[in-house]
């Protein structure tokens, strides 16, 4: 219990940390390689938490886990509000659609996770990364005018 108390506070950490940090600069602001910094990041943890099983190496992926989930919360708020005119409005929007993630992911990783082993949740989080990132290179490209790299 006491490690497994350690290892979820690390995903704290690592959260508030980021908010330290990204609430003192505006750096980050409308840039994708950053996002896909963190999102990469978030990926490497979950690579850890599938194929490691030494607790101290958990804690480094819980805290970089923490550090993305951070930087993705932080920056979708702050894009979904930025430039907006009704922004209670939007922020509820915004929540909304965490909140109904926050329940559906949990709900599909268990069932992966009965019928794949435990382990197969962090292959899925993993791809959906992959996709995600993907997905916003596809954005970035298209509304700067480019073709799509085949």
């Known amino acids: 219990p006491k490690a497994l108390g350690a290892l979820l506070a690390c995903v704290g950490l690592g959260q508030f940390l980021m908010f330290a940090i990204l609430r003192k600069t505006d750096r980050w602001h409308y840039r994708l390689s950053p996002l896909v910094l963190f999102q990469a990041l978030g990926m490497g943890a979950l ?3 599938f194929a490691n099983r030494w607790v101290p190496l958990f804690g480094a992926a819980f805290l970089a886990l ?3 989930a951070g930087f993705c919360y932080f920056s979708s ?7 907006q005119e009704e922004k209670g409005r939007t922020s509820g929007f915004h929540e ?3 909140a109904a993630a926050i329940s559906v992911g949990p709900l599909i990783g268990g069932t992966l996770a009965r019928s794949h082993g435990l382990r197969a949740p962090y292959v899925v989080c ?3 990364f992959a996709v995600g990132i993907a997905g916003e290179v596809a954005m970035k490209t298209l509304r ?3 073709p799509l790299p085949s």
């Not at 708020?77 to 430039?83: A, E, Q, V």
């Open 47 to 49: 690579l850890i938490f």
């Open 66 to 68: 923490g550090l993305c």
């Open 77 to 83: 708020l702050y894009y979904s509000l930025h430039r």
């Open 96 to 98: 909304s659609i965490l």
């Open 126 to 128: 993993f791809i959906v």
């Open 144 to 146: 700067a005018g480019r």
